[in-house]
């Protein structure tokens, strides 16, 4: 595979000169317009055997094109904070906005090729490692950012002969370390790691360009060339797609609505009618609370981390279901995030970033009121979503939640359900409260018009997204008090299988 890029690869200064003089221009236009467009990020890894120049070329795109819009991001060890989060916590924080360019050094790819090269993972699982990066990028790329990926190439020798003459010389021998050295030692390995990299995660959508990186003026054109080509083929592409644009609201998607017959949806299945006695509600609640309290400070004493997700329709019971779980929790130790539509920060990325970036630390708890699932509930039936966009949101969103699983973390999803008559009931008291009339809008009066659609898009979203890691709880809403308690019972269960 490497062969190619070992064939002693050179452009003359001058010819380099001329060139970069055009590439510069032009790099720096499409630059400019890809930040105007502001539909897609630019996104672009180094990666390659040590010595073969992926910093400097690195520079070089900052030395052609405005930096302000360039940020350069290089991963070391894992802190205490993102071992806390999933693997790709990390990776997600830093995309970069719509419009604007990240540039990777030792990012997604640097550690399962040094644990694969040093033997800290076997075969079976850099191939795990490696399907995670290809299902990072497929998401990404599917919602239109462009990703170019190089692999520095240099020979055996060639990357023996770059590290003696770093190390010789006293101006960047500080560029050698001890490590550069030892990864030398194991060069074949690395090869052979690589070759299974690019093999495995060349994609259409997030391609690789192997280049030799002997020559410093080759490695430049080269690199520099290859973007311009791919970053003018990508804005052609989203000129020429009005999709892309911000969709203005739609019809509701009716995927069943045109039926007669009101079709059946899991929700049929609860019974509503259930209910507690006022004595037994305030008795169980005060000993779950207190329970749950406990529990809640062995779980933070133990980095126990928790992520509790509601959902449901208007007026179904989540801010006061959410209030009776905090309770006795140690209000240091959680918070509660509330979501509606995206601001014009999160607009500029894909939809799970906002997400993402409120998973908790070791030991604390996150509460979603609404949550990432608003893309397969509310964009898809008010037509905010493409169906295409809603449609590959399940597997995103089952991708998003293993991932959270797989750190350890506790996930519980909770769906508050209500009857269409307890939701008008609600409204009206709501109306006519004092301290509630605030939370009746006109959008929830409207919303009710298209109850089917959202019971269709909630009925869709149980059947796939309730995975054996993280399965959908369906709560009977219709009584507040056994709502509240279903709840609270089954977050203590949760936490008593995870703390000591």
């Given amino acids: 595979m490497f062969d190619t890029a070992e064939l002693g690869q050179s452009i003359p200064k001058a010819e380099f000169k001329k060139r970069e003089l055009e590439l510069r221009a032009s790099l720096l236009k499409l630059q400019y317009q890809a930040l105007e467009m502001a539909r897609f990020p630019i996104i672009i890894d180094f990666a390659g055997v040590d010595g073969a120049g992926k910093g400097t070329t690195m520079n070089m795109l900052d030395k052609w094109m405005d930096p302000r819009w360039i940020r350069a991001i290089g991963y070391q060890r894992p802190s205490d904070e993102e071992k806390a989060?999933?693997?790709?916590?990390?990776?997600?924080?830093?995309?970069?906005?719509?419009?604007?360019?990240?540039?990777?050094?030792?990012?997604?790819?640097?550690?399962?090729?040094?644990?694969?090269?040093?033997?800290?993972?076997d075969d079976a699982e850099f191939d795990d490692r490696l399907a995670e990066i290809i299902r990072f990028e497929n998401t990404l790329a599917d919602d239109g950012a462009l990703i170019l990926?190089?692999?520095?190439?240099?020979?055996?020798?060639?990357?023996?002969?770059?590290?003696?003459?770093?190390?010789?010389?006293?101006?960047?021998?500080?560029?050698?370390?001890?490590?550069?050295?030892?990864?030398h030692e194991h060069y074949d390995e690395f090869i052979a790691a690589a070759e299974k990299i690019i093999t495995r995660t060349n994609r259409a959508a997030a391609p690789w360009t192997?280049?030799?990186?002997?020559?410093?003026?080759?490695?430049?054109?080269?690199v520099g060339e290859t973007i311009r080509a791919e970053l003018e083929r990508h804005l052609a592409i989203h000129e020429n797609s009005?999709?892309?644009?911000?969709?203005?609201?739609?019809?509701?998607?009716?995927?069943?609505?045109e039926h007669r017959l009101r079709p059946l949806t899991i929700f049929d299945n609860l019974d509503l009618s259930v209910r507690l006695t006022d004595i037994k509600y305030a008795k169980k609640k005060k000993k779950l609370q207190a329970k749950l309290g406990e529990l809640g400070r062995k779980a933070h004493e133990q980095g126990q981390s928790t992520v509790l997700v509601f959902e449901g329709p208007d007026a179904a019971g989540k801010g006061g279901a959410i209030r009776r779980t905090v309770w006795s929790l140690d209000a240091r130790a959680y918070r509660i995030y509330q979501f509606a539509a995206p601001t014009d920060i999160e607009r500029a990325h894909h939809y799970l970033w906002r997400f993402w970036s409120k998973l908790p630390k070791a030991g604390n708890v996150s509460i979603f009121d609404r949550s990432w699932y608003g893309r397969v509930l509310v964009e898809r039936t008010e037509g905010f979503a493409t169906e295409d966009e809603w449609r590959r949101a399940f597997g995103e969103i089952n991708d998003f939640e293993s991932q959270i699983v797989d750190r350890g973390i506790l996930l519980l999803k909770f769906w508050l359900h209500i009857s269409n008559d307890e939701q008008l009931k609600r409204f009206e008291e709501r109306a006519e409260s004092p301290y509630k009339h605030w939370k009746l809008t006109d959008e929830d009066w409207r919303n009710r018009e298209q109850w089917e659609h959202y019971e269709i898009a909630a009925h869709d979203m149980v059947q796939f997204t309730s995975t054996r890691a993280a399965p959908w709880i369906l709560v009977e809403g219709d009584s507040k008090h056994y709502a509240r308690l279903k709840i609270l019972q089954t977050i203590c269960d949760a936490l008593e299988e995870r703390v000591s």
């Fill in 210 to 222: 192997i280049v030799e990186g002997v020559d410093s003026y080759y490695r430049h054109i080269r």
């Fill in 149 to 183: 990926k190089f692999w520095m190439h240099l020979s055996r020798d060639a990357q023996k002969d770059r590290l003696e003459s770093l190390s010789a010389d006293p101006m960047l021998s500080y560029q050698v370390k001890d490590k550069d050295w030892q990864n």
């Fill in 85 to 121: 989060r999933p693997r790709f916590w990390r990776y997600w924080r830093d995309i970069p906005p719509k419009g604007r360019m990240g540039v990777y050094l030792s990012g997604r790819y640097s550690a399962p090729l040094l644990q694969r090269v040093y033997g800290e993972i």
């Fill in 242 to 257: 009005p999709a892309e644009a911000i969709p203005a609201p739609a019809e509701p998607h009716k995927p069943q609505a």
